[in-house]
């Protein structure tokens, strides 16, 4: 679902990197927080949450980036915040980690699902933005724990997901404003305001805006996958 950058960026030029926000409930704005960093567990930081999820995983930094072919110099950067990932090398040590992307956008968070109703205002979502793009995902679930994952995703003209991809579980896309395309296994659809589309996620898939009206869809993924 989130949008690729090319190989070049993957290590580390950093021009797709994302910039992560979390409005302050009450305040009516958004409180820009550093780029590629989410408040999280009082550490505040992605280095933090990677080096958590390598360690948990019982990988060391060799290993890491022999299998995302990123060097151990990028990586340990990027553990000791002095360089913010891309996207796609993001994706790419969240892959060898065994763990959705988001997991590392949003923070790990704790083992339990909370409470059984979770109210999130719309001042308060956990946002991801891509500032190349400016193609904005907000998280409408409390995190990625649940049994389920749903983004609000505002999709600008002539922006696209990236190459194909798919993971575990089903998709539903809702499209509320604009149109959008989605291919499925090669083959593409299109949505338009109030349609829908749900199907297998472990068939390769992506999305593209191709007119020049911004689109806003709701896209729900189960399990929670990002």
Sequence with gaps: MQPRSNEAEADG????????????????????????????AGHGNLGHVIRTARREAKRTLMQVAEDSDLSISFLSQVERNLLTPSVSALKRIADVLKIPAGSLMFGLESSSRGPNVSLIRSD?????????????????????????????????????????FSHEGEDAVIVLKGTLRVEIGEVWHELKKGDSLYFNSELPHRWANETSRSAEVMWISTPPSF
């Design 124 to 164: 308060s979502r956990k946002r991801v933005v891509f500032p190349q793009s400016h193609i904005a995902y907000e998280m409408l679930t409390p995190d990625l724990r649940r049994r389920m994952s749903i983004f609000w995703l505002n999709a600008p003209p002539r922006s696209q997901s990236g190459p194909p």
């Design 13 to 40: 030029q950093g021009r797709h990197a994302m910039s992560l926000k979390q409005g302050r409930s009450g305040s009516g704005g958004e409180r820009a927080l550093p780029q590629g960093f989410e408040e999280h």
